[in-house]
């Protein structure tokens, strides 16, 4: 480097330090300043030939690492000391004696606990994870500061983490989702919990990250303006009780879009919640209660509240000491939104965590021992002996992270999965390729079916083939949208392929039947064989169901008069847009009995008229030969009916694809007016389905309905379910 360099370099390095004294949260004494002095110049001194992959000085980094220290977390002038000195005793040839002489008991052993969790080996194993994580919490035995430092330490690192290489980007993200998020969220640090999921994110699954991030970026717009709709509405009335306030946008992290996009396996547009309206207001403590329910006295004047979604965290905050008051209101342009009514002093909490709990209770005296207080409190909660360190984990990211799980691969790499995934999912996870050619799994070295239901801590590996290729089955156990549509391409690719053969095989058939294959006659065969398209039937000649008998049927009644039958057969072309593509399916090759067509029995044709597929039938119980079927029109239809009524049961022929079956949709709403007629009104008269059974309860302005409908299938379903969703008032539908 160059002696301007150098120069430029040391003038930065003093900048950030005045800086660092700057923005700390808490006031500093002169003794306090003295110290961090101290401690940056004997930092600046152990760490001058060392460098950071970036190119730059690394003295930058326990300098960003006390500022976060200082400023976001808001500790005291002792942790930012021991932040600048946190590598010094790993890294340099300082030892923690030297440290100790230099800076007291209580910095050398703030130091001493990071120094031990850096060095811990940094083993795959799963359960030596877990272990490294639980000795890293009992040295909060020393000082709880060691772990928030810690917490620092790791969120500067995930910051500057673009110049790492990649696996190491993924897997120091990995264990900061695992680890670290949970730990910040569960000492109150929400700013940083959500900076370091955001980030883990961005560096285990980029695209997703880019993804949202630009989605987030072009409806800023949109929002701002909805949250200033939002804001007119309220204002006069809040300036009216002389309230001082700020509302402001919150939007909800890239992280949580995307647990929620994964876990109610719905789009970007879809998650409606993207961003809540915070109301931030001054008041002096005596009032500060009293005012929130003013405020949201005001808010529900112009805003429909939803009751079920009211949280009174001011009366009882959570064990973290978040303080606030949550309600979810019908917005402007009919949409829901949640509102969060806190003061400024709760908001401070809310994002400093303790160390703004600490400042506000300071004057009080019998609250003066709060950082013990809350050490001990940490300590109870986080320490239990009896647990083991892969349970003790496992308990503590249950209760954070309920909708997700976290697997380890065979390299002991982590992956998130949604809940209830499968090792089908995992492989599809972890590459195409691997997904496709899955032959089995072991979970934790035990082979387990492809079902399987894979829980957090499990280690995964997938046992692939070469030969092994996606079948029907697998749609039953693969629950993530990536799994699915992978497997259903690759099978749509199947059927092709097969069909592709089948082609050629019917061509050569045909011309064994002196039968020109051409358009006319591959339609004739479609019609004959009760088919949808020309691929149905190639791909049933290449699996063998059409077979060489078949043919000859066909080749038959091209030259006789079942021509006409089959004239008789063709019924009118079904919208292809409401058919199930994939299935395979005859018209009518099912018989079902009784006055709701739903059941199917044991059953035999009669003798006496010999019905077919498609003819009108019905059902006589006989004495020793179970259910026979007879024609409508048999000759001794009428004999029967007369004498043996109560034996007749209903019968009729289906298309099994086509069957019509029950649905049972749940909806949630605001108990609007005209409200239920508009439901009904969308499943009558805008799509064609059956209404069997309705049932709509209202209590305090709140509707839940229950609706029995029968349709033809899953995507008509959707279809009136997305429907019903846009109707101003719903809050929710769902299939029960
Ligand atoms: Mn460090």
């Known amino acids: 480097m160059t002696e301007a360099a150098i120069e430029k370099e040391n003038k930065q390095i003093a900048r950030q330090y005045k800086e660092l004294l700057r923005i700390s949260y808490r006031s500093l004494s002169d003794e306090d300043k003295k110290l961090i002095r101290k401690a940056f110049d004997i930092s600046v001194e152990a760490h001058k030939d060392q460098r950071r992959k970036s190119g730059e000085a690394y003295i930058f980094h326990p300098i960003a690492v006390a500022k976060i220290v200082a400023s976001e977390i808001g500790l005291d002038a002792t942790s930012i000391a021991a932040a600048l000195l946190h590598d010094v005793v790993e890294d340099t040839k300082y030892t923690l004696e030297e440290i100790q002489e230099m800076f007291g008991e209580t910095v050398a052993k703030i130091v001493d606990g990071l120094t031990k969790i850096s060095s811990l080996k940094k083993d795959k194993d799963v359960s030596l994870q877990a272990e490294n994580f639980r000795k890293m919490l009992l040295t909060l035995n020393d000082d709880v500061r060691v772990i928030i430092i810690k917490i620092a330490d790791r969120l500067h690192n995930m910051q500057t983490m673009d110049v790492m290489r990649p696996d190491k980007q ?6 900061t989702l695992y680890i670290y998020a949970p730990l910040a969220h569960r000492i109150g640090l929400y700013n940083i919990k959500t900076e370091l999921e955001d980030l883990g994110l961005k560096y285990t699954e980029p695209e997703v990250y880019k993804d949202i991030h630009t989605k987030i970026k072009e409806s800023k717009e949109e929002q701002d303006a909805y949250i200033k709709e939002f804001s007119r509405v309220i204002e006069d009335s809040l300036n009216q009780e002389e309230l001082e306030y ?16 994964k876990a109610q396996n719905v789009s970007f547009d879809e998650v409606y919640d993207k961003f809540a309206i915070r109301i931030i207001y001054n008041s002096d403590p005596a009032n500060e209660k009293f005012l929130a329910w003013k405020i ?48 400024s002093r709760m908001n401070e909490i809310a994002e400093k965590g303790y160390a703004a709990h600490y400042k506000y209770k300071q004057g009080d005296v019998q609250e003066d021992h709060g950082i013990e207080e809350w050490l001990n409190k940490l300590q109870e909660a986080l320490e239990n002996p009896d647990v083991n360190a892969v349970d003790f984990v496992e308990q503590f990211k249950l209760n954070l992270y309920s909708k997700e799980i976290f697997v380890f691969t065979p390299q002991g790499d982590l992956k998130s999965l949604p809940k209830s995934s499968t090792p089908l999912d995992f492989a599809f996870s972890i590459h195409t390729e691997i997904g496709l050619k899955t032959r089995g799994a072991r979970v934790n070295n035990k082979l387990v079916p492809l079902s399987h239901e894979l829980k957090s801590g ?21 629950t993530t949208a990536r799994a699915r549509a992978k497997i259903k391409s690759s099978l749509k690719e199947e059927k092709k392929e097969i069909a592709e053969e089948g082609k050629a095989i019917l061509a050569r058939k045909l011309k064994a039947q002196k039968i020109p294959f051409n358009e006319k006659s591959v339609n004739e065969l479609v019609v004959f064989f009760n088919l949808k398209t020309s691929l149905d039937l190639f791909y049933r000649v290449g699996i063998g169901k059409i077979d060489n008998q078949k043919l000859k049927e066909f080749a038959n009644s091209r030259s006789n008069a079942l021509v006409s ?18 299935e395979i399916t005859t018209r009518y090759d099912q018989l079902v009995f009784g006055r709701d067509e739903d059941e199917t029995l044991e059953y035999k044709l009669a003798n006496c008229c010999n019905p077919i597929p ?18 409508k029109d048999c000759p001794n239809a009428l004999q029967l009916q007369s004498n043996y009524a109560y034996r ?11 069957q019509d079956f029950k649905a049972v949709i749940k909806l949630t709403g605001l108990d609007n007016v005209g409200l239920v007629s508009e439901v009904t009104q969308e499943i009558s008269s805008n799509l ?13 302005g709140v509707f839940n309905g229950r609706i029995t409908l029968v349709v033809k299938n899953n995507s008509i379903l959707n279809k009136i379910i997305d429907r019903l969703k846009k109707i101003n008032g719903i809050d929710k539908v769902s299939r029960e």
Do not use: C
């Open 296 to 343: 949201y006295s005001i808010v529900t004047d112009h805003f429909r509240p939803n009751p079920t979604r009211l949280r009174d965290w001011i009366s009882s905050p959570k064990s973290t000491g978040y303080e606030a008051l949550h309600i979810t209101v019908m917005g402007p342009k009919g949409r829901w939104v949640e509102v969060q009514i806190r003061s």
């Open 170 to 175: 993924e897997k120091i993200a990995s264990e």
């Open 565 to 582: 039958y089959i004239k008789r057969k063709i019924k009118k072309p079904v919208i292809a847009e409401d058919l199930n593509k994939d």
């Open 614 to 631: 498609g003819d009108k039938v019905f059902g006589f119980v006989t004495v020793n030969d179970g259910i026979k079927v007879h024609k």
């Open 458 to 478: 499990d280690q995964v590996e997938i046992i692939t083939s070469e030969n092994a290729k996606p079948n029907i089955n697998w749609l039953d156990y693969a």
């Open 648 to 658: 007749i049961i209903p019968a009729k022929w289906i298309d099994s694809s086509q």
């Open 246 to 261: 700020e509302i402001k946008g919150r939007p909800k992290s890239i992280y949580s879009i995307n647990r929620k996009m």
């Open 688 to 700: 064609n389905v059956n209404m069997k059974k309705i049932n709509f309860e209202s209590l305090d």
